[in-house]
T-cell receptor
Framework: SQQGEEDPQALSIQEGENATMNCSYK?????LQWYRQNSGRGLVHLIL?????REKHSGRLRVTLDTSKKSSSLLITASRAADTASYFC???????????FGSGTKLNVKP | EAGVTQFPSHSVIEKGQTVTLRCDPI?????LYWYRRVMGKEIKFLLH????????ESGMPNNRFLAERTGGTYSTLKVQPAELEDSGVYFC??????????FGPGTRLTVL
């Protein structure tokens, strides 16, 4: 399967702590993207990292990509209760025809 | 600029009934995608339209699902007859550039 697989499936932390989620995939990609889904709402795009990039930052988010290990990580620093959501990685192949998502990591940030 | 909209937000139907989901993409976006997430599992691709043409429908689970995009604007996804395993959240996304898809809020379908 080309789908990304997030790890862990669930993560519970205290507000202020950092949260790290991992994504592994199996085939070559053009880019990898992270999305967030708040309960009952749609997918919100967080960050895109291309296959020739190793690290990217956006506010409190830090994404890394290791194409040799076919893995990516999403780090949320100084977490807030509002970060509580499910986080998905999506891998995008070179023909861009579709996104491949995993099952997501459910993050719970306790106030 | 309005985002991708989906209607209804939630639908509850009985097994054997028909349901039609609608997606309005961002104006001007030629690409429209349908995905679904069943029972907390992975979000899976269903199909991809380029304007009114089906570019890729390899993810459609079976012939009970019919997607249309008349005139290359909004799209509908009909499930007929609905089965219990069709329950889940159906997402629509649109894009103009190939590596950026904008997702709608999803339709939560519950089949009883």
């Amino acid at each position: 399967s080309q789908q990304g697989e997030e790890d862990p499936q669930a993560l519970s932390i205290q507000e202020g702590e950092n949260a790290t989620m991992n994504c592994s995939y199996k085939t070559s990609i053009n880019n990898l993207q992270w999305y967030r889904q708040n309960s009952g709402r749609g997918l919100v795009h967080l960050i895109l990292i291309r296959s020739n990039e190793r690290e990217k930052h956006s506010g409190r988010l830090r994404v890394t990509l290791d194409t040799s290990k076919k893995s990516s990580s999403l780090l949320i620093t100084a977490s807030r209760a509002a970060d509580t959501a499910s986080y998905f990685c999506a891998t995008v192949p070179y023909n861009f025809n579709k996104f491949y998502f995993g099952s997501g990591t459910k993050l719970n940030v306790k106030p | 600029e309005a985002g991708v909209t989906q209607f209804p937000s939630h639908s509850v139907i009985e097994k054997g009934q028909t349901v039609t989901l609608r997606c309005d993409p961002i104006s001007g976006h030629d690409n429209l995608y349908w995905y679904r997430r069943v029972m907390g599992k992975e979000i899976k691709f269903l199909l991809h339209f380029v304007k009114e043409s089906k570019q890729d429908e390899s993810g459609m689970p079976n012939n009970r699902f019919l997607a249309e995009r008349t005139g290359g604007t909004y799209s509908t996804l009909k499930v007929q007859p609905a089965e219990l395993e069709d329950s889940g959240v159906y997402f629509c996304a649109s894009s103009q550039l190939p590596d950026t898809q904008y997702f709608g809020p999803g339709t939560r379908l519950t089949v009883l």
